[in-house]
């Protein structure tokens, strides 16, 4: 069965620091995607990054970077240079794009990051 | 553009009351879905649509039932609602599938729903 896994439920980091956010995932399938959403204290949900399971390279978008080990099944999020707003509560998903194609995603259970001043 | 919008934001229904929970999105998108959001267990999904009048079950679909009459609503019903399903509930859209490479076909969300049932 597909499955998410971030074992890290709360991380503390310095402003101004990088932080590494853990996500591991189980799935059967070749073709795959890797999602890192963001969910601020106020409640809505915010898309970050995407990784496709054949992209060579690892994602960046600005800060944001996805470090992908595809033998180890693991899709980490790297925040560089920490800032305040960046406080939150980070999902990793995953979507399976293999015959069934619905689109679904399956999400982790969460990390709460607080940058601290 | 107001891209994915629920109403109501905030709602407090009694054991055995029935409501409906209306997404609405103006992207011109195929697929929608309908999450719940519980303390420590991430987002499941209850429902999802891949085209105007189809529906699926989703992870957790017990005591929900849905409906996608017009491309751009898709509505989630509780028939009898039940303590277990106070949450916060998520209705999320996207353009399409897609595969693993290239364009990621990222699910857009709504701002949620707080829903209680005492």
């Known amino acids: 069965a597909q499955k998410i896994t971030q074992t890290q439920p709360g991380m503390f980091v310095q402003e101004k620091e990088a932080v590494t956010l853990d996500c591991t995932y189980d799935t059967s399938d070749q073709s795959y995607g890797l999602f890192w959403y963001k969910q601020p204290s106020s409640g809505e949900m915010i898309f970050l990054i995407y990784?496709?399971?054949?992209?060579?390279q690892n994602a960046t978008e600005g800060r944001y970077s996805l470090n992908f080990q595809k033998a180890r099944k693991s899709a980490n999020l790297v925040i560089s240079a920490s800032q305040l707003g960046d406080s939150a509560m980070y999902f990793c998903?995953?979507?399976?794009?293999?015959?069934?194609?619905?689109?679904?995603?399956?999400f982790g259970q969460g990390t709460t990051l607080q940058v601290k001043p | 553009n107001a891209g994915v919008t629920q109403t109501p934001k905030f709602r407090v229904l009694k054991t055995g009351q029935s409501m409906t929970l209306l997404c609405a999105q103006d992207?011109?998108?195929?697929?929608m879905y309908w999450y719940r959001q519980d303390p420590g267990m991430g987002l499941r999904l209850i429902h999802y649509s891949v085209g105007e009048g189809t529906t699926a079950k989703g992870e957790v679909p017990d005591g929900y039932n849905v409906s996608r009459l017009k491309k751009q609503n898709f509505l989630l019903g509780l028939e009898s609602a039940a303590p277990s399903q106070t949450s916060v509930y998520f209705c999320a859209s996207s353009y399409l599938s897609g595969t693993s490479g290239g364009v990621s076909y990222e699910q857009y969300f709504g701002p949620g729903t707080r829903l209680t049932v005492t």
């Open positions: 998903a995953m979507r399976e794009a293999g015959s069934s194609n619905t689109g679904k995603l399956i």
């Open positions: 990784q496709g399971s054949y992209d060579e």
């Open positions: 992207m011109n998108h195929e697929y």
